[in-house]
């Protein structure tokens, strides 16, 4: 963030809290210059480990308060991503972007496309729909991540959302002979439906299947790019 807009923003919040009456100016705009300095999508609790990091040691409660009020003021926005507490991230007027969340590590990527923000505009033009906001999420594995992954791996790690081809069936004949009666042979192409504690759900040939950890750690598989299917 340029040095102005930061002074701008500063400007602004401090402008607010005098109109609102608020207490406590100087501990407020501590949580906002802190806020400023980081380019990440921050928790509230991240953020007062930050400030206690600089020397302010401010109450959980009165952080989360703060937030709060950044977003309702509009220089923050406040995003809800699965399995993960809410995320604040700076708001500049005029701005707009989306996101890609890997499942697995967790990291966020902002982006922008125009092309995909005209597309958007057109399909709410296209029903007739006044459109205001809007928010996109992709889900799926950052690139740091699919370069850790070997070339195959046990169908019970792979993540929901993942299409997979079975390459290798382990265990004994009474294993093989079960997934064979189940649909999922050498070749079978398998959409990941759920994982993780409890049976596994994939889906072969427009059939839904649960299979136990155990089972599902048995097969081998390897995953399939888009560009496969």
Do not use: W
């Not at 928010?135 to 195959?152: A, D, S």
């Amino acid at each position: 963030m340029s040095t102005n807009l930061h002074n701008e923003e500063r400007r602004q919040f401090e402008r607010l809290l005098r109109q609102q009456g608020m207490n406590r100016l100087g501990d407020r705009l501590a949580v906002l210059e802190a806020f400023l300095a980081c380019e990440d999508h921050l928790s509230a609790d991240s953020l007062q480990k930050n400030l206690a990091a600089q020397g302010h040691h401010l109450e959980p409660e009165f952080v989360a308060a703060t937030l709060e009020m950044l977003t309702r003021f509009g220089l923050a926005s406040c995003r809800r991503f699965d399995n993960q507490p809410d995320l604040f991230e700076h708001r500049h007027l005029g701005e707009h972007h989306d996101h890609l969340i890997c499942t697995r590590c967790g990291s966020i990527t902002e982006f922008h496309h125009p092309e995909l923000e005209e597309l958007k505009h057109g399909v709410a033009k296209e029903h007739g729909f006044h459109h205001l906001s809007h928010r996109l999420q992709i889900y799926g594995l950052c690139e740091n991540c699919r370069q850790r992954r070997t070339p195959t791996l046990p169908l019970n790690l792979a993540s929901p959302g993942e299409r997979v081809r079975v390459e290798r069936l382990a265990g004994g004949e009474k294993a093989q002979r079960h997934l064979e009666d189940l649909g999922i042979t050498l070749g079978s192409e398998l959409e990941v439906i759920t994982s993780g504690a409890g049976p596994m759900v994939v889906a072969c040939g427009g059939t839904r299947l649960a299979l136990g950890q155990g089972v599902a750690g048995k097969v081998q598989v390897s995953l399939l790019e888009r560009n496969d299917r």
